[in-house]
């Protein structure tokens, strides 16, 4: 509760902040302060319950669960202002609007790590996306960011109509939005899974992909991360995404785990995942500009997170944690590197490691997170996905395909080492700060300690 | 509609089942049966004398002139919105007027904190200028 | 007390750690006192040891000596295997043969290899204290893994100190031939090792020792036989045995340590060390002894015709291996070791006092160009002749005993190998003296600019030489036989260690006959010698079977194309149509395919809203398609695999 409405009101207050002060440089620090407000108070809640004691019906519930995926969310965020946070006032003219718009985005993020009804799940979708088609379009005279924005919001329009159709149809079967029903409690007192009511699951289900950039529901994502100004494709690869899974997760551990005595969902979703990795990694191949094989990487990453929804156990939970975190502050630290690149095709990143070796060096430490490879935060994530799935015992030919597809993601994220480190060029970078350069060094020392001790993660969580 | 649910294990109970609908159903099939017959009545029977003046468009007597998709001044969008915006916002008002007595003190705070948020974007649009019409 | 033996491999490793690493601040001096010091350190150590387990020994006779446990190296579930040392009778003669002959050897090279720049002699110190250290653990092990160990270490030591003078490519080559020999070898040992693990769980002695009635007969044979090819690969027998003599190209004093002395009689060790095996297992007995004898005589016949100073020892070595391995083969596994410790005392010697020669002959090594040293080298000529003496079997130097007691326990198995036996020694007094008479006799035949600086070696040399003089005149009497008045004390040494020694009852008349035919035989062979090479040395070509024999019986050139020609071909095959074709266009057909698809799915991302949302649809409605009707596919699915 504390995460949803502090930063709303603080979103409020950085808009004002437009209005009363003039000075740019002002407001990331505002940025930066409202975020450890807001972290404090989602610490405390954790331990010590909310400052806001409002009944919402049932509507919300915060479980250890959602409120430690906020801290992620809110800890990444944090990270990014303070790395990025300078790149976003060369974005557009509104600066303290862009402010505002994350944190509306993160009081989206909140309600979605913490909803009980299909509304609010509705709710929580529509308050994180609104901001971000704005945010795709901040860049006003860029016909590619105009473009991007427009698309971005027509097909989040329609991926919206499919969800409220969705939830539509749930209400049919079950007479219910909550999101846990006891059979018993089924309106009319039918006691089966009803055809409305998994209709309903699955227009969810393709709703949800589409929010997490599944394929065959990606199509906006490529378009709209290249398009968008790279310091707000960060924020949407990263922490909206990994909003997007724990919301998707939440749902379906409910919903799909309460059907699926009744029906398989796992032939559905591993489809959905092995056309996700296929398209995602594949595509990502061929690329020419590292922002846009990030945009696919972005996608081949969604299928190893939805294992998670795939397994739905307490492995998967744990592993999305993990996930969420590795990828966020790998993603994070790449496109902060990204953002100061004055070419951001491959080429552009050739002789880096002469030119800037502590760019390169961390550049490469996420990147190989990212590859999950071993003693690195992804490493682990992955592994945990795959734990996860073999513990289902079924479909464990998809775990052989994930390695497959993995090997297949070592390739361009390696492209990407290998122009920095064994190309002659001449990378040429914006100004970078010495205290960007220790962030950076703090985010890669972060991906390895996650790697050499992922339970360090994980029993902050329990404890 | 007991076909559909072939593939679902548990099998349907009378009292929630599809066959429900059927009434709304069969009312559904019967508005749009109407429409559409009447429209394709209409088109077939009735007379249609196709010359320049019926095509013009009627603009109350006024001639046309040109095209209407041309560049507007965005403020006219702008205020549009903003006129929509708060406009549906004060709809609320209206149940509120109705169970003024019942919802007591504590909707009285709700309101006014929704009043409050109101206010605040109203002097957000303004402080921004966005209902400033001359530049 | 027992504690102490970790530091027996510790200071030469130390010794290699501070010598390798800080080869070029250190001064030469500085390097030599290191090297020699840690060697000295040990010896002292181990004397220690030696003097600690001859008190148990005698306090508690027949007690076996507990291995010291230094940590836990393999600890997998009920799957452990202990880092540790067994310093029991047996290891403590080695031990001592080791670190006394290398502490020697280590003084003698201080001055033989004084004209190498500082860098180097530092790693030739660095080599030397390295191959010590693995030496060490080698025979220290009290389990065939920490042996395994010390055994790859040796190799790699050989390895290094062979191609020492790397800017020579026949010597990298040398190198390299003596490498790859031993690890055919060491596959063998490996084997040996994991078919142990598979069928007792465990490779420490003890436990085999105690357990070998849970073996098959064909376990053992199989298991001993694997033993022995590594055995065969380190101690250069038959069909392993072409690296030892190319080894010669490493500086002399490492063909004395290393390749006389120490490692190549590793093998004899390790199957000294397993007696208990061995001796269950008849059919490999056979075999070593058999391969023993052939490479004794086989050896032999070469080193007659070989003329480079180093060689002929080189052959004399194989030729003395392949009796030990006799010794071995009819289970005369005292006799054996007896034969390892006298024989590193005259080989080391004889080594030593070659590379002396060598030294003042200015790296000259064909004996066709010396003659008549005597005069200018008189430390080294009598020390050299002691050592021949030793080597040729006259009693009562040290050579006699130890080789008699393995020819009378071959003429106790068979007297054919008996025979054999004795005409090997004839042959091993004939070359010695040949070689003996061609290098110290006569004139000289070098060039006058030699001559000229002909002169004995400095006493870092010389005083090497006369202690191992004395060693070889004198080691013998630590096993002289009962028949002769002697209460073999070696033998009763290591009575508690090798507990399968096959006893052999000869009448004391029939041991005169024997020790007096080969006796015999021996001074006639020397006499012959050193009559026919004193006065007119053979400078021209040898022709028909002096020929075969120079050439070595033309074996390197049989392996070459028995083998190595045919690998290569092979190598050349697999890597031009298998590798390039096959697996390269495997590997780079995956890549290419998978450019390929990403080149195709890249077009999917039209840029057109439109399609986009139609593709959605569309798959939206085969989802729900697949959904419905996913209990058909998955019976389909099944079907199908």
Known sequence: MNAIILSAIWGV???????????????????????????????????????????????????????????????????????????????????????????????????????????MLFIGIEILSIPLYILTGSDKRNLRSNEAALKYF?????????????????????????????????MGGYKGVSFLEVTGLLFLLVAMSFKVSAAPFHFWTPDVYDGAPSVFTSFMATIVKAAAFAAFLKLFEARVGDTSAAVDWKLLLSIIIVSTLLIGNVTAVFQQSVKRMLAYSSIAQAGFMLF??????????????????????????????????????????????????????????????????????????????????????????????????????????FRVIQAMYFKEGDAQTEEVTGGFKVLLIAVAALVILFGVQPQALLNWFYF | MPLLNVLLTAAPAAASSASNYFPIGLQLLFAIGFVATMMVGTHLLGPKRRTGDKLENFASGIESHGDARQPMAIKYFLVAILFVLFDVEVIFFYPYAVNFRGLGWSGFWSVLMFVGFFAVGFFYIIKKGALQWED | MSNLVFLVPLFPLLGFLINGLFRKSLSKPMIGVIGCGALLASFVVSAILFGNVAAANRLHPGQPIPATVLFDFINVSSFKIQ?????????????????????????????????????????????????????????????????????????????????????????????????VMNRIGDLGFLLAMFWLLAKLGTVDYNQVFAKTALLS?????????????????????????????????????????????????????????????????????????????????????????????????????????????????????????????????????????????????????????????????????????????????????????????????????????????????????????????????????????????????????????????????????????????????????????????????????????????????????????ISRYSKKPELQEATGLGKVLQNKWYIDELYDAVIVKPLLKLADVLKNVVEKSGIDGIVNGVGKFVHYSSRQLRLLQSGLVGSYILVIVLSIVVLFLVFWNQSIILQFVQKIF
């Open chain 1, 308 to 413: 998670a929804v795939f397994s739905l156990n307490d492995v998967a939970k744990e592993g999305l944690l993990l996930y969420a975190t590795a990828y966020s502050l790998a993603t994070i630290g790449v496109f902060a590197v990204l953002i100061k690149m004055k070419d951001v095709t491959f080429e552009g990143f050739n002789g880096l490691a002469r030119k800037n070796p502590v760019l390169a060096a961390t550049t490469t430490i996420c990147l190989l997170s990212l590859a999950g490879i071993p003693l690195t935060a992804g490493f682990f994530a992955k592994f945990s996905m795959l734990s996860a799935v073999i513990k289902t015992g079924t479909y464990t030919w998809l775990v052989v395909v994930a390695v497959l597809f993995a090997a297949v993601s070592a390739y361009y994220y």
């Open chain 1, 13 to 119: 207050v950085l808009m004002f902040c437009s209005v009363l002060i003039k000075n740019k440089g002002v407001y990331r620090h505002i940025a930066a302060l409202g975020l450890l407000v807001i972290l404090a108070g989602n610490i405390h809640e954790t331990y010590h319950g909310s400052f806001f004691n409002i009944d919402t019906h049932e509507m919300l519930r915060f479980s250890r669960f959602g409120l430690f995926f906020n801290t992620i969310l809110l800890a990444a965020t944090l990270l990014y202002v303070l790395l990025s946070g300078r790149d976003v006032e060369k974005a557009g003219g509104y600066v303290a609007e862009y402010f505002t718009l994350i944190f509306f985005v993160l009081c989206g993020a909140s309600i979605l790590t913490s909803f009980n009804t299909l509304l």
């Open chain 1, 154 to 186: 027509l097909m989040g329009a329609f991926s919206t109509g499919i969800l409220l159709m969705g939830i539509a149809l749930v209400y049919g079967g079950t007479g219910s939005f909550m999101l846990e029903v006891p059979r018993s409690a089924i």
């Open chain 3, 217 to 529: 007969k064909t376990d053992i044979t199989a298991i001993t036989l694997l033993f022995f090819v590594g055995a065969a690969g380190k101690s250069a027998q038959i069909p392993l045995y072409t690296w030892l003599p190319d080894a010669m190209a490493g500086p002399t004093p490492v063909s004395a340590l290393i390749h006389a002395a120490t490692m190549v009689t590793a093998g004899i060790y390790m199957i000294a060390r397993s007696n208990v095996l061995y001796s269950l297992a008849e059919c490999t007995q056979h075999v070593i002894a058999i391969i023993g004898l052939a490479t004794a005589l086989f050896a032999a016949t070469i080193a007659i015709k070989q003329n480079d100073i180093k060689k002929v020892l080189a052959y004399s070595t194989v030729s003395q291996l392949g009796y030990m391995f006799l010794g071995l083969g009819v289970g005369a596994y005292t006799g054996a070791v007896f034969h390892v410790m006298t024989h590193a005392f005259f080989k080391a010697l004889l080594f030593l006092g070659a590379g002396s020669v060598i030294h003042a002959m200015h790296h000259e090594q064909d004996i066709r160009n010396m003659g008549g040293l005597k005069k200018y080298l008189p430390k080294t000529h009598l020390t050299f002749l002691l050592g021949c003496l030793a080597i040729a079997g006259i009693p009562p130097f040290s050579g006699f005993f130890s080789k008699d007691e393995i020819l009378a326990a071959a003429y106790a198995h068979s007297p054919i190998y008996w025979g054999i036996g004795v005409a090997t020694a004839a042959l091993t007094a004939f070359y010695m003296f040949r070689l003996y008479a061609t290098t110290f006799l006569g004139n000289f035949r070098g060039t006058h600019d030699q001559q000229h600086h002909l002169h004995e070696s400095p006493a870092a040399m010389t005083i090497p030489l006369m202690v191992l003089a004395l060693l070889s005149v004198s080691g013998g009497f630590a096993g002289v036989p009962e028949v002769l008045g002697g209460d073999h004390q070696l033998h009763g040494w290591l009575s508690g260690v090798i507990t399968s020694e096959k006893t052999h009852h000869l009448e004391h008349s029939t041991e005169y006959l024997l020790m007096g035919v080969s006796v015999a035989l021996a001074v006639l062979a020397s006499v012959f010698a």
């Open chain 3, 83 to 179: 880092f540790a040392f067994l310093a029991d009778q047996l290891s403590c003669l080695f031990l001592l043969i080791i670190t006394g002959i290398g502490f020697l050897i280590h003084l003698y090279s201080t001055s033989y290899m004084h004209e190498e720049p500082t860098e180097h002699y530092g790693r030739y110190f660095a080599y030397l204290n390295l191959f010590v250290f693995s030496m060490l653990l080698l025979v220290l092990g009290a389990n065939y893994l920490v042996m395994f160990i010390g055994w790859e270490g040796v190799g790699l030591c050989s390895y290094l100190l062979i191609g020492f003078w790397f800017k020579n490519d026949n010597y990298n080559y040398a190198a390299k031939k003596a490498f």
